[in-house]
């Protein structure tokens, strides 16, 4: 079979959720990816990212046993035991995905594809025809100019999830959110680390409260860091590698990771051949994920959208029941969550003050300490939930730090997403004692009745 109703290119988070979705609607469905499916996120992204943070957690843990009354000691880090057992999950993760492909008969094509007309896609000297097609190629590392990349000393974080020793020392270019995970990682790991970002803040699209508790997280666990200064040059040699900063402050480390962010994967896929509207790489779609050519659709990375693999599932998702007629809802990118997974965690949803500001909204904020939430002292972990509202009206912005504060997001996002206000969730009990009655407890201070904070 070489004709389809829809012929998906690219298998990361947007493609194979597009295929998942269109055949569960009965469409008939081709997908091609160049590497694994799974994509970015699977196999050098969010899951092993997350699965080294994982160990850096366990390695504070024994060094800090103390603490808590446990005798253990931190006796160092095997990456190789590090290493297995990340691409453990990896590996079954990546076989589950396999099996559910094979499951609901979409046509897995493992090549380099390329668009060569409006609904043909060739890939290994095969042509194949789709109704519809659904470009998904993702996203790359970028770098800087004369930045080059060698995998060795000057690294990507797509070699960071695969180094196979701990560095002495380690740099970071960029202090958004790859550059704070792989920094928190290294420092619990032992490495010494700077981070340099040329903005004025860590995690700059945060709410500044959250950027600034983070910094000061990251000061008190010793990683350091230059803020509001942009980078000028490099030179390496044997002993390591030696950044020149444009106020003309040096720093050297044994390794340099460049987390510039990450660019569209465009070039030279017959694209604009298409007649396809681009932007600086990016494929341009409307808000059903349309491109301007007719019967062509983009998701994930490669459109100018939130580079988070839920976007990705998200947009997928949409594109296929679009093209089954279901009329979907599009998607409210304020309403999706935001995680920077280091130690402390950062988490957000919806707005924060600057934009809600600038959007003209009456403002009203609210900063509830985790110091006054039982299992936050159980933690010991220090951070907050700030509320962003509209006077006497709906919940704008919830903007969270603190240990797996990521897990309470699941319910701010119905809190933004249902518009309701503080008076609303009030009311609702919390689990004591949990992080989740911390939000029981800013919403019920927003309302005017504090139980456990000031008011």
């Given at each position: 079979?070489?004709?389809?109703?829809l012929?998906?290119?690219?298998?990361g988070s947007?493609g194979?959720?597009?295929a998942?979705?269109s055949?569960?609607?009965?469409?008939?469905?081709?997908l091609?990816?160049?590497e694994?499916?799974?994509?970015?996120c699977?196999h050098?992204?969010?899951?092993?990212?997350?699965a080294?943070l994982h160990?850096?957690?366990?390695?504070?843990?024994?060094r800090?046993?103390?603490?808590f009354?446990?005798?253990?000691?931190?006796?160092g880090?095997?990456?190789?035991?590090?290493?297995t057992?990340k691409d453990?999950v990896?590996s079954?993760?990546?076989?589950?995905?396999?099996g559910?492909?094979?499951?609901r008969n979409?046509?897995?094509?493992?090549g380099h594809?390329?668009?060569?007309?409006?609904?043909t896609i060739?890939?290994?000297?095969q042509r194949?025809?789709?109704?519809?097609i659904v470009l998904a190629?993702?996203?790359?590392?970028r770098?800087?100019p004369?930045?080059?990349?060698?995998g060795k000393q000057?690294?990507?974080s797509d070699?960071?999830?695969?180094?196979?020793?701990?560095?002495e020392?380690?740099?970071?270019?960029?202090?958004?959110v790859i550059g704070?995970?792989?920094?928190?990682?290294?420092?619990?790991?032992?490495a010494?680390?700077?981070?340099v970002?040329?903005?004025?803040?860590?995690i700059?699209?945060e709410?500044?409260s959250s950027s600034k508790?983070?910094e000061?997280a990251?000061?008190?666990?010793g990683?350091?860091?230059e803020?509001g200064v942009?980078?000028?040059?490099?030179t390496?040699d044997?002993?390591?590698v030696?950044?020149?900063?444009?106020d003309?402050?040096?720093f050297?480390?044994q390794?340099?990771?460049v987390?510039v962010?990450?660019?569209?994967?465009?070039?030279?896929l017959?694209?604009e051949?298409?007649?396809?509207?681009?932007?600086?790489g990016y494929?341009?779609?409307?808000e059903?994920c349309?491109t301007n050519v007719?019967?062509?659709?983009?998701?994930g990375d490669?459109i100018?959208?939130l580079?988070?693999?839920?976007v990705g599932?998200?947009e997928g998702m949409?594109v296929?029941?679009?093209?089954?007629?279901?009329n979907p809802r599009?998607i409210?990118?304020?309403?999706?969550?935001?995680?920077?997974?280091?130690?402390?965690?950062v988490?957000s949803?919806?707005?924060?003050?600057a934009?809600?500001?600038?959007?003209?909204?009456?403002?009203?904020e609210?900063?509830?300490d985790?110091?006054?939430?039982g299992?936050?002292q159980?933690l010991a972990t220090?951070?907050s939930i700030?509320?962003?509202?509209?006077?006497?009206g709906p919940?704008?912005g919830?903007h969270m730090?603190?240990?797996r504060?990521?897990e309470?997001?699941?319910?701010a996002?119905?809190?933004f997403?249902?518009e309701?206000r503080?008076?609303?969730v009030a009311?609702?009990?919390?689990?004591?004692?949990?992080l989740?009655e911390?939000?029981?407890?800013?919403?019920?201070?927003?309302?005017g009745?504090p139980?456990?904070?000031?008011?």
């Amino acid at each position: 079979m070489t004709q389809f109703d829809l012929v998906i290119l690219g298998g990361g988070s947007g493609g194979y959720a597009c295929a998942l979705r269109s055949a569960q609607l009965g469409l008939s469905v081709a997908l091609i990816e160049a590497e694994k499916v799974g994509g970015t996120c699977l196999h050098k992204g969010c899951i092993p990212t997350k699965a080294l943070l994982h160990s850096a957690e366990i390695a504070d843990g024994s060094r800090e046993g103390s603490k808590f009354g446990v005798k253990s000691t931190f006796d160092g880090i095997d990456m190789n035991g590090v290493n297995t057992y990340k691409d453990g999950v990896i590996s079954r993760l990546h076989k589950g995905l396999q099996g559910l492909i094979k499951s609901r008969n979409i046509t897995y094509i493992e090549g380099h594809g390329k668009l060569v007309s409006k609904n043909t896609i060739e890939v290994n000297g095969q042509r194949y025809t789709g109704k519809n097609i659904v470009l998904a190629t993702g996203s790359y590392a970028r770098t800087l100019p004369g930045l080059e990349i060698d995998g060795k000393q000057i690294i990507t974080s797509d070699h960071g999830t695969k180094l196979d020793y701990v560095p002495e020392s380690v740099i970071v270019l960029g202090g958004g959110v790859i550059g704070c995970e792989f920094a928190s990682v290294w420092k619990s790991f032992g490495a010494e680390v700077t981070i340099v970002e040329g903005l004025p803040h860590l995690i700059a699209l945060e709410d500044e409260s959250s950027s600034k508790q983070l910094e000061r997280a990251f000061r008190k666990r010793g990683i350091n860091f230059e803020l509001g200064v942009k980078y000028k040059s490099v030179t390496k040699d044997q002993r390591g590698v030696t950044i020149t900063l444009e106020d003309g402050k040096e720093f050297t480390a044994q390794v340099l990771m460049v987390a510039v962010g990450r660019g569209p994967v465009s070039a030279n896929l017959g694209y604009e051949d298409a007649g396809i509207s681009m932007d600086r790489g990016y494929v341009l779609v409307d808000e059903k994920c349309r491109t301007n050519v007719a019967g062509i659709w983009a998701v994930g990375d490669l459109i100018p959208t939130l580079q988070l693999a839920h976007v990705g599932f998200a947009e997928g998702m949409l594109v296929a029941e679009e093209i089954a007629g279901l009329n979907p809802r599009p998607i409210n990118y304020d309403g999706i969550p935001r995680v920077t997974y280091s130690d402390p965690e950062v988490a957000s949803v919806g707005l924060t003050t600057a934009e809600a500001k600038k959007r003209g909204h009456d403002v009203v904020e609210l900063s509830y300490d985790l110091a006054g939430n039982g299992k936050a002292q159980i933690l010991a972990t220090a951070g907050s939930i700030k509320l962003v509202a509209e006077k006497d009206g709906p919940i704008l912005g919830v903007h969270m730090v603190g240990a797996r504060v990521g897990e309470l997001l699941a319910e701010a996002e119905l809190i933004f997403n249902w518009e309701a206000r503080a008076a609303d969730v009030a009311p609702l009990i919390h689990a004591h004692p949990t992080l989740s009655e911390a939000m029981g407890e800013a919403h019920m201070a927003l309302a005017g009745k504090p139980l456990h904070a000031h008011g």
